[in-house]
């Protein structure tokens, strides 16, 4: 019972996982601009990598291994949303017409 | 307290000395002196003097306008038909060496048994020995580690000796010099001013985060450098991670943060670069001598699994890391500013 309900709830976890990067690659292709390209892809490397991971623990249960895979989540989402925001960063320090991009939000 | 010595202008060394320098020794140049003054009271008249001079300034002319010809018809040929013939000769040497290239590889191919038989090298005694008899006789779990720094031990003294070499052309050619009054060149201070754009580091997010990681990646490096003997890991990839954390510290708080530390300075990575090359070569170049055999280092093994056992391999995998951290880590300033 406990056996199958761990598959079922991992399944469920991994499916997810894999929809979220299957969108978000989908977004890199879709969207023009970088910032918006790097919006998608950022996407995938948090959300989705934690639910495919998650999934995976899951399926693991308490053991060395879900330590090592929940390592892996935190050293993901310590240095990838860093390298999102350099990127980021970068466009917007040497892209000079940036203003053609922004749209003005009045509230 | 040294001894005074007051005939040192004619001493053999300094003769020597001056010989090498110069090509002339103390006599000669005497001699040369000697002459010098004695032809000096050799008077003429002015007319002389002035035809002497209107004589020298036509033939310097001459010898410019000729020069300036020989030079134009130079660029002409260089140009037109040198270019050609060099470019020909380039195609013609490049389809040769490469049907020579091609010929000893098929030569060399048709000498080797055919793939997939029985009595093949892959299937011989020898990686059966390596996994049978690995573990007892370099007393290495980890089977790679005890053959890369065991058996063939001196195939992996070549490669680091070529990422040393890799390391030094690349100094050779980026790393700018002081010059010979040991201030810094045109081209250095260019490189510098240059620079200046990407320093100071003031992206406090990518500082915090490099803060909370590069420790994390070092003590991962050297887990993976000191376990190389038990389980996968070793040298090489030690190395890599190492010098990839400390191209993120020095990425995150810039070089003239880092030039602070000494672990980062050139001095140290000529140190710990030799060293760790003098071990190594001391440790296994035997075998080099001894025609490729083996020389029993009369080091214990210890039992298998222990932090402190299969003899050389774990101070040999110590000094694979040195050499490959530094090289790692020192092409990232060379490539950016020419220097440390």
């Known amino acids: ?107 | 307290m040294a001894k005074l010595r007051n005939n040192y202008e004619s001493s053999a060394w300094f003769r020597f000395l001056s010989w090498m320098k110069k090509g002339s020794s103390r006599m000669e140049r005497d001699m040369i002196h000697a002459l010098e003054t004695e032809a000096l009271p050799n008077q003429r008249s002015e007319t002389e003097q002035l035809a002497l001079d209107r004589e020298r300034e036509e033939k310097e002319r001459r010898d410019r306008e000729n020069e300036r010809a020989i030079q134009d018809k130079l660029h002409l040929w260089s140009t037109r038909r040198g270019s050609r013939l060099v470019r020909v000769a380039y195609r013609c040497a490049a389809v040769l060496i490469c049907v020579a290239i091609i010929y000893v590889l098929l030569v060399s191919m048709s000498e080797e048994p055919m793939f997939g038989q029985a009595e093949n090298p892959v299937n011989n005694e020898v990686s059966a020995r390596y996994i049978e008899d690995g573990l007892t006789e370099t007393g290495s779990v980890n089977i790679v580690g005890g053959m890369i720094l065991d058996y063939r031990a001196f195939d992996t003294l070549g490669e680091s000796h070529v990422l040393f070499i890799a390391a030094c052309s690349v100094m050779l050619l980026l790393r700018m010099n002081l010059d010979k009054n040991g201030r810094p060149t045109r081209e250095q201070l260019d490189a510098e001013a240059d620079d200046r754009k990407y320093e100071p580091h003031n992206d406090v997010i990518l500082q915090k985060v490099s803060n909370l990681i590069v420790p994390c990646l070092l003590l991962f490096g050297i887990y993976v450098v000191l376990n190389g003997h038990l389980s996968a890991g070793g040298g090489f990839s030690g190395g890599a991670i190492m010098g990839a954390a400390l191209i993120l510290y020095v990425n995150a708080h810039g070089l003239t943060k880092a030039s602070q530390h000494k672990l980062f300075g050139a001095k140290v990575f000529k140190y710990v670069t030799f060293a760790a090359l003098a071990f190594y070569s001391l440790a296994k170049s035997y075998s080099f001598f001894m025609g490729a055999n083996h020389l029993d280092s009369h080091i214990p093994l210890g039992t298998p699994g222990n932090i402190l056992s299969a003899g050389l391999i774990l101070p040999m995998n110590i000094s694979v890391v040195a050499v490959s951290l530094k090289k790692k880590y020192s092409f990232y300033p060379l490539f950016r500013k020419g220097d440390f």
């Open chain 1, 1 to 107: 019972m406990i056996a199958w309900l761990q598959f079922i709830l991992g399944a469920l976890l991994i499916t997810a996982g894999v929809v979220v990067l299957a969108l978000s690659l989908f977004g890199v292709y879709r969207f023009n601009y970088v910032l918006n390209r790097m919006h998608a892809a950022a996407m995938g490397d948090t959300l989705g990598i934690l639910l495919v991971l998650g999934g995976l623990i899951v399926f693991s249960g308490f053991s060395a291994l879900s330590l090592k895979l929940l390592l892996t989540i935190v050293m993901l989402w310590l240095t990838s949303p860093v390298s999102s925001h350099l990127i980021g960063r970068l466009e917007v320090h040497i892209n000079e017409k940036i203003d053609k991009h922004l749209k003005e939000v009045n509230h």
